[in-house]
T-cell receptor
Framework: KAGVTQTPRYLIKTRGQQVTLSCSPISGHRSVSWYQQTPGQGLQFLFEYFSETQRNKGNFPGRFSGRQFSNSRSEMNVSTLELGDSALYLC????????????FGDGTRLSIL | GESVGLHLPTLSVQEGDNSIINCAYSNSASDYFIWYKQESGKGPQFIIDIRSNMDKRQGQRVTVLLNKTVKHLSLQIAATQPGDSAVYFCAEGSNYQLIWGAGTKLIIKP
């Protein structure tokens, strides 16, 4: 069974631009969560999607948004990029809403210049 | 606010020795605790979990201990191998959300 797939693996953007990251969950998993990881920090929860609806949300500004499609694939969008948005963005999937354990992809490394 | 933290940011262990990684948590209502391992360039990988109604759980070469009295969680790795080099995260769960600690880097000395 294929794991969680995130694309692209690396991305370089400039301030003010927007970016869309993609996540394909494990087949059969219906919940997708997104996390931001910065150097020296733990994982900061962004949001969780289940059945195409955002069910839980972390403490991030509205520039961070996401969506989930009927096949459970998810995208995350960040608008008006700031230097502080440079981070590793991780996607995790689980069978159900709030399900544990979550299975993580290898992330998208976003660098803002 | 509630938080999960780690006592040591870096732990160096001789290959073959046992490793103990510690974690403190503050939310006494947390009912689920997880350990993840993150190798360089990869996403976190699930190691083992434990529910609050247990105080010990064993896996393959790993044991998690939960002490609810002092709100302490530990991960023990037996016979540490070079492949165990990684950052280890503990996380506590309640209300379907996880709160993550900052991580401990485990270094294996040959």
């Amino acid at each position: 069974k294929a794991g969680v797939t995130q694309t692209p693996r690396y991305l370089i953007k400039t301030r003010g631009q927007q970016v869309t990251l993609s996540c394909s969950p494990i087949s059969g998993h219906r919940s997708v969560s997104w996390y931001q990881q910065t150097p020296g920090q733990g994982l900061q929860f962004l949001f969780e999607y289940f059945s195409e609806t955002q069910r839980n949300k972390g403490n991030f500004p509205g520039r961070f948004s996401g969506r989930q499609f009927s096949n459970s694939r998810s995208e995350m969008n960040v608008s008006t990029l700031e230097l502080g948005d440079s981070a590793l963005y991780l996607c995790a999937s689980s069978l159900d809403l709030g399900g544990q354990p979550q299975h993580f992809g290898d992330g998208t490394r976003l660098s803002i210049l | 606010g509630e938080s999960v933290g780690l006592h040591l940011p870096t732990l160096s262990v001789q290959e073959g020795d046992n490793s103990i990684i510690n974690c403190a948590y503050s939310n006494s209502a947390s009912d689920y605790f997880i350990w993840y391992k993150q190798e360089s360039g990869k996403g976190p990988q699930f190691i083992i979990d434990i529910r609050s109604n247990m105080d010990k759980r064993q896996g393959q070469r790993v044991t998690v201990l939960l002490n609810k009295t002092v709100k302490h969680l530990s991960l023990q790795i037996a016979a540490t191998q070079p492949g165990d080099s990684a950052v280890y995260f503990c996380a506590e769960g309640s209300n379907y959300q996880l709160i993550w600690g900052a991580g401990t880097k485990l270094i294996i000395k040959p």
